[in-house]
């Protein structure tokens, strides 16, 4: 499966997450405190303009009808304690965090993968939140131009904008934005201030240790789709002490040539798990293969794990990070 979708996780502890969700007087799916609120005049810090992926919107009031399209969108929501304001999600790539899971189960899923249309529609919505670009696939009738046109405002992830490489700072600003549009700004500052901290530590662990060079392998067969040097994948294998193989190819995903896999010797593969093929079945894959047995990750079957998940721009960053850190620098203090 390519994980090239622009044509295709840290959460907060549990102690934390009832104060926070308790906070910021975010109105409810119903409307009640919406109501409230419009009474007493605007909702406070609004309106609220902000331009993502080149398309600016301004908003006199939080959105109140979501739907989110992508996994790590949808934990983005729920780790600012929006469950309320989803009426619909879509697309998960494996499970859903165990933390979240009480909460999304109470949300309507419209499709297994992308919802048509006419189901996205009949949710009503009024935000669409997509995780990659095929979320907006303007063929199947749900480009954001198309969503506006009926009232719907939209957001995508500053991962898929195409501005140049992803790093902390599009993750600080991926949930600075999100939490603003829903009037909960104290709540994203909490998420970001906890993903910080715990990726602080992870690099100060591994500082000083030799860095292994990877090559992440998604999927594929006469080729290898790998994270490139755009997406947040590079930067958490930065972050816990390694050097991307294939950070000089520019995108977030993208397909390469095993012959290049084979120049470029990885001293470790870095396998994403997701539903489908098996972690088991990609490394047989991998150690099966003629071509490959003189590279030193396959010499040496140096193989790490990470859930597809947690290299997309997510609250899955900081897990990612301590994670990857573990399994590349495992004598690390």
Request: with cysteine; glycine share 10%; proline share 6%.
């Amino acid at each position: 499966m390519s994980r090239s979708r622009t044509v295709l996780r840290s959460l907060i502890p549990l102690a934390l997450l009832a104060p926070l969700a308790a906070c910021g007087g975010s109105p409810g799916g119903n409307g009640s405190d919406a109501g409230a609120t419009a009474a007493a005049g605007k909702a406070p810090g609004f309106p609220y303009t902000v331009t993502n992926c080149g398309v600016s919107t301004t908003y006199q009031a939080p959105p109140r009808r979501a739907v989110t399209m992508n996994q790590h969108v949808t934990e983005i929501m729920l780790a600012l304690g929006l469950e309320e304001k989803l009426v619909g999600t879509a697309y998960l790539d494996d499970a859903i965090l165990p933390a979240y899971r009480p909460a999304y189960d109470k949300i309507k899923v419209l499709a297994e993968e992308y919802p048509s249309k006419e189901v996205l529609l009949n949710a009503n919505p009024d935000f669409v939140y997509g995780g990659y670009s095929s979320a907006f696939d303007k063929a199947q009738g749900r480009d954001r131009r198309g969503l506006a046109a009926s009232g719907i405002n939209s957001r995508l992830s500053v991962e898929y904008c195409g501005t140049g490489p992803v790093r902390l700072e599009q993750l600080k600003t991926e949930i600075t934005e999100v939490a603003r549009t829903f009037g909960v700004p104290e709540r994203g500052a909490a998420l970001i201030e906890d993903q910080q901290r715990r990726i602080a530590a992870v690099t100060a662990r591994v500082k000083d240790k030799p860095r292994p060079s990877v090559f992440a392998y998604d999927s594929g067969e006469a080729s290898a789709s790998t994270s490139g040097g755009a997406g947040i994948g590079n930067e958490i294998v930065s972050l816990a002490g390694g050097t991307n193989v294939f950070a000089d190819l520019d995108d977030t995903f993208g397909d390469v040539s095993w012959e290049k896999v084979i120049e470029r010797k990885p001293d470790v593969i870095l396998i994403y798990d997701y539903a489908g093929t098996t972690v088991e079945a990609k490394k047989q894959r991998l150690l099966n293969d003629p071509a490959l047995a003189q590279v030193p990750a396959i010499k040496n079957k140096r193989f790490v794990v990470l859930p597809l998940s947690t290299a997309v721009l997510g609250v899955r960053v900081a897990d990612a990070t301590e994670s990857l850190g573990r399994q590349l620098h495992p004598d690390a203090a």
